[in-house]
């Protein structure tokens, strides 16, 4: 069986010649392979879907394991901080700086420092990050679609597409 581009250009190339031909003889004849490649296409076309299907249920089937993962790995992060909490509470509660074990030890130890931003307007403007500004196009969209009307400096563009059902 021929590849989907070979198929594509064999009924350009017969199209191509239906146009040119001399005699209703010749035309007929054709049209008559331009059916078979159309065959060929549909059969083709059948082969990519059933590909197609199986592919996307595996792509399906990875993006749920993945989120099971996922969720697995916040678990395990959760308990492991838990704990962490409940020992630096323990210790500070007895006062202990340090625990000596077989397979290491334990330290309270200040973190480096951090800032947390209690009030936004107070802070002077040499410390504000200048942002980009995000253009909403879904609402651009949506009015497009309610009003037809082209906003400047925007262009709605519908591109081709190829859905299975």
């Avoid at 064999?10 to 146009?19: R, T």
């Avoid at 074990?101 to 504000?128: A, F, L």
Wanted: net charge negative.
């Amino acid at each position: 069986m021929a590849a989907l581009y070979e198929i594509s250009a064999q009924y350009a190339s017969i199209l191509d010649a239906v146009e040119c031909a001399e005699s209703d003889e010749e035309a007929c004849e054709l049209l008559d392979e331009l059916a078979e490649i159309g065959d060929a296409l549909e059969n083709k076309a059948e082969q990519f879907i059933r590909i197609i299907k199986v592919k996307e249920a595996e792509a399906a089937a990875f993006k749920a394991e993945a989120d099971r993962l996922s969720r697995k790995k916040k678990a395990a992060e959760n308990v492991a901080e838990r704990l962490k909490k409940a020992m630096l509470d323990a210790m500070q509660l007895t006062g202990q700086k340090e625990i000596k074990t077989s397979i290491g030890k334990w330290r309270v130890q200040n973190n480096p420092w951090s800032c947390e931003v209690v009030n936004i307007d107070k802070v002077p403007m040499e410390y504000h990050i200048k942002q980009e500004d995000k253009i909403d196009k879904v609402g651009l969209l949506k009015r497009f679609a309610l009003t037809g009307e082209v906003v400047d400096g925007c262009e709605f563009v519908q591109k081709p597409g190829i859905r299975f059902r």
